[in-house]
């Protein structure tokens, strides 16, 4: 499934974050690991040695890219059934990695391109792993490598870790745990958290609380109808510290708390893998009763809302640029100096800033140093003077390209500005 997107939607089927990530695989490689880019900053260290080193193969960016990323979504599953076997057998954890493999909000989470997200919860279940086998030097491993990949899941370990303080023995060694991978964190992402402590929330594009009731749906109907009966079920302590806290972390409103929603959906779907074993178990082993057809009534509905979901994201998430305009753009960095800047939209600036090696700048993002009030004088005025010295604040030399026609960037654009194709400007205005 994951690889059919290429079939159906050509060579880069992924969401707004991909050109962001193929950014990082276009610099030239001059230090290990080379320097940040929007998307690959200080505190994603560990990604961007993971990307350097794959370079050493001498493929493309995109088979790169894309190939490491598929990898992750596949080992998520093959992880979870690793972790689950010893306390829900080989029937349980099948079902619980099925399901994932072939969740809608895994596939939306996979289409929106989480390269960042997919690495680090692959390295959250290796952790899961360790925690329960208590390979130690390992799991020590597994504290430096999620501080040093993601934040927000590196937050959201150490609140696991927390909990399994209070409902798991060896405190001391999970104390160890916590301040390791806190030290590390704060080493690396002092700056964002202290934003985020004294501003406003941060939001994170992905799926809002309504899209993710509907989706989990089908999980919640298999939980109700198991109810009480759950808690006769085992599972591995890292994971109920799992399931307390990415379910606990998105009602609560915390920062980031949309992305985290790629956790919740793993939490909820783990429950309900349990919880369908355990109705097979009865159904296998007890005659046909009142509960017997309620349970496979309930299977049945759920399965079919989850499959109906699953069609759903796969049809309804398609590239938001055609293979055609990224052909264009890739054109485009061709007539335009590396060291030069270019201006876009938002919605386009992801594209240029992959498959070119300008400076890119668009409205809000990036470069831009520009306020919202500003910009929406920009595309009041009817004089091309303020049009001239708003492009003045940009460093030069200067480009404007979009394929979505001038006017909705800069306004009608000024005779100064050299139209060197029909999607591309170049600023030779006296500034």
């Given at each position: ?110 289409w929106y391109m989480f390269w960042k997200n997919a690495w680090a919860l692959c390295l959250l279940l290796g952790a899961f792993i360790a925690i329960e086998r208590r390979w130690l030097l390992p799991l020590i491993a597994f504290d430096a490598l999620i501080a040093l990949s993601h934040k927000t899941t590196a937050i959201i370990y150490i609140l696991i870790l927390f909990i399994v303080l209070f409902i798991q023995g060896r405190r001391l ?259």
């Amino acid at each position: 499934t994951h690889l059919r997107v290429f079939r159906m939607y050509g060579p880069h089927p992924f969401g707004y974050d991909t050109g962001f990530y193929r950014r990082y695989l276009l610099e030239p490689f001059i230090s290990f690991p080379n320097a940040p880019v929007p998307g690959l900053g200080d505190d994603a260290l560990v990604p961007r040695m993971l990307l350097d080193v794959l370079r050493f193969v001498h493929l493309s960016p995109d088979v790169i890219l894309y190939g490491s990323y598929v990898a992750f979504f596949v080992a998520i599953p093959l992880l979870v059934y690793v972790l689950l076997v010893p306390t829900l057998g080989k029937r349980g954890a099948f079902i619980a990695a099925l399901l994932i493999a072939l969740s809608p909000i895994q596939y939306e989470a996979y289409w929106y391109m989480f390269w960042k997200n997919a690495w680090a919860l692959c390295l959250l279940l290796g952790a899961f792993i360790a925690i329960e086998r208590r390979w130690l030097l390992p799991l020590i491993a597994f504290d430096a490598l999620i501080a040093l990949s993601h934040k927000t899941t590196a937050i959201i370990y150490i609140l696991i870790l927390f909990i399994v303080l209070f409902i798991q023995g060896r405190r001391l060694e999970t104390l160890m745990h916590i301040g390791i991978t806190g030290v590390v964190l704060s080493l690396v992402a002092f700056s964002s958290i202290h934003s985020v402590a004294s501003g406003a929330r941060p939001v994170a594009l992905f799926i809002d609380w309504q899209q993710f009731l509907w989706l989990v749906l089908p999980s919640l109907l298999i939980l109700a109808a198991v109810n009480l009966k759950l808690r006769e079920i085992t599972l591995p302590r890292s994971v109920i510290a799992f399931c307390i806290v990415t379910l606990t972390y998105p009602l609560l409103i915390l920062p980031f708390y949309e992305r985290v929603f790629l956790f919740s959906d793993i939490a909820l779907l783990i429950l309900a893998a349990a919880a369908i074993n355990h109705m097979l178990e009865y159904m296998q082993n007890r005659e046909f009763s009142l509960r017997t057809w309620l349970y496979m009534g309930v299977l049945c509905i759920s399965l079919g809302l989850f499959a109906g979901n699953f069609l759903t994201e796969i049809r309804s998430n398609v590239p938001l640029l055609p293979p055609e305009s990224i052909e264009h753009i890739e054109e485009i960095g061709t007539l335009v100096p590396p060291d030069s800047t270019i201006l876009t939209s938002s919605n386009e600036a992801p594209w240029f800033e992959g498959w070119t090696l300008s400076h890119i700048t668009a409205p809000g993002m990036l470069r831009d140093t520009h306020s919202l009030p500003e910009w929406q004088a920009l595309w009041a005025a009817t004089s091309s003077e303020l049009q001239i010295q708003f492009l003045a604040d940009f460093d030069h030399p200067l480009y404007i390209s979009t394929l979505d026609g001038f006017e909705y960037l800069i306004g009608t654009p000024s005779s100064c500005l050299t139209a060197l194709t029909p999607y591309l400007l170049r600023d030779d205005c006296e500034h």
